[in-house]
T-cell receptor, first 109, second 115 residues
Framework: RKEVEQDPGPFNVPEGATVAFNCTYS??????FFWYRQDCRKEPKLLMS???SGNEDGRFTAQLNRASQYISLLIRDSKLSDSATYLC??????????FGSGTRLLVRP | NAGVTQTPKFQVLKTGQSMTLQCAQD?????MYWYRQDPGMGLRLIYY???????DKGEVPNGYNVSRLNKREFSLRLESAAPSQTSVYFC??????????????FGPGTRLTVL
């Protein structure tokens, strides 16, 4: 079983839709959690860190559920420019940053 | 402030050839990392350097060597390239020596094809 797992998608949604991604992690001792965004043929860029209390940045909301060992990313009012691959990442008990394989989002006009 | 830079951007090698991928950062970060990214596999850590003068293996180190030349530079060497090493290679850096709140910043990547 992979240490961090994501649904690869693609999620194909119309502009203005709300879309949510989940990411599960297997190591209960994992320390920190992140969402990265990766555009086609580009490097990953940090979208947001995920805190225990949940956090919001504009149209993006991240949640952590330690009991069920998953993190989520909610995007409201999707824009065409949100089309990208979203990678979750977890710092495990060995202080290594482990990435999921990514979820692809396509926002259509 | 260029962040993390990598050279070359693209490279084609024949099986058995060697090459070095270069990475430099100008953010005065302590830690540097090399990842490879393959379709459907996410990013996998090859080697990392928590601080100048130290290097450690990651998840997939076989077939690679690294050098932390100084605080700014961290190179990845393929001594005898194999087709299985065809991938996109990303270098990253972070400030806090792998602590739980670390944030990593990535370079633009090197696309390597081994024939």
């Amino acid at each position: 079983r992979k240490e961090v797992e994501q649904d690869p998608g693609p999620f194909n949604v119309p502009e203005g839709a709300t879309v949510a991604f989940n990411c599960t992690y297997s190591n209960s001792a994992s320390q920190s959690f992140f969402w990265y965004r990766q555009d086609c043929r580009k490097e990953p860029k940090l979208l947001m860190s995920v805190y225990s209390s949940g956090n919001e940045d504009g149209r993006f909301t991240a949640q952590l559920n330690r009991a069920s060992q998953y993190i989520s990313l909610l995007i409201r009012d999707s824009k065409l420019s949100d089309s990208a691959t979203y990678l979750c990442a977890v710092i495990n008990s060995s202080y290594k940053l482990i990435f999921g394989s990514g979820t692809r989002l396509l926002v259509r006009p | 402030n260029a962040g993390v830079t990598q050279t070359p951007k693209f490279q084609v090698l024949k099986t058995g050839q060697s090459m070095t991928l270069q990475c430099a950062q100008d953010m005065n970060h302590n830690s540097m990392y090399w990842y490879r990214q393959d379709p459907g596999m996410g990013l996998r850590l090859i080697y990392y350097s928590a601080s100048e003068g130290t290097t450690d293996k990651g998840e997939v180190p076989n077939g690679y060597n690294v050098s932390r030349l100084n605080k700014r530079e961290f190179s990845l060497r393929l001594e005898s390239a194999a087709p299985s090493q065809t991938s996109v290679y990303f270098c990253a850096s972070s400030d806090r020596q792998g602590l739980p709140t670390d944030t990593q910043y990535f370079g633009p990547g090197t696309r390597l094809t081994v024939l």
